[in-house]
Nanobody, 121 residues
Framework: QVQLVESGGGLVQAGGSLRLSCAAS????????MGWFRQAPGKERDFVAA??????DYEDSVKGRFTISRDNAKNTVLLQMNSLKPADTAVYYC????????????????WGQGTQVTVSS
């Protein structure tokens, strides 16, 4: 079993930055694809970014503002979020799975509990 725990969410003003962290434990493999998704109130869970051995992918609205990275030695995935906008307000979820770089939430096997990010205008 794999456990994922997110941290780093909070309240920030528009234009500010936050860094989300996802710590993996259990039978976690460094070969897993790791992704970040977000869900705003009343909306579906949307893809944000993903990283695997084959590459990195970003949702268009976060390109140039968000950076995903991983430290396999520490089983940690980071999401650096800069130039935040009120539209980025959501619960952010870390996900992992034995998939390629994918934007489809249903393909990821493991999920964290989520961390709230609120961007004020």
């Amino acid at each position: 079993q794999v456990q994922l725990v997110e941290s780093g969410g909070g309240l920030v003003q528009a234009g500010g930055s936050l860094r989300l962290s996802c710590a993996a434990s259990g039978r976690f493999l460094s070969s897993y694809t790791m992704g970040w998704f977000r869900q705003a109130p009343g909306k579906e869970r949307d893809f944000v970014a993903a990283i695997s051995w084959s590459g990195i992918d970003y949702e268009d609205s976060v390109k140039g503002r968000f950076t995903i990275s991983r430290d396999n030695a520490k089983n940690t995935v980071l999401l650096q979020m800069n130039s935040l906008k009120p539209a980025d307000t959501a619960v952010y979820y870390c996900a992992g799975g034995r998939v390629g770089v994918s934007r489809y939430a249903e393909l990821y096997e493991y999920w964290g509990q989520g961390t709230q990010v609120t961007v004020s205008s």
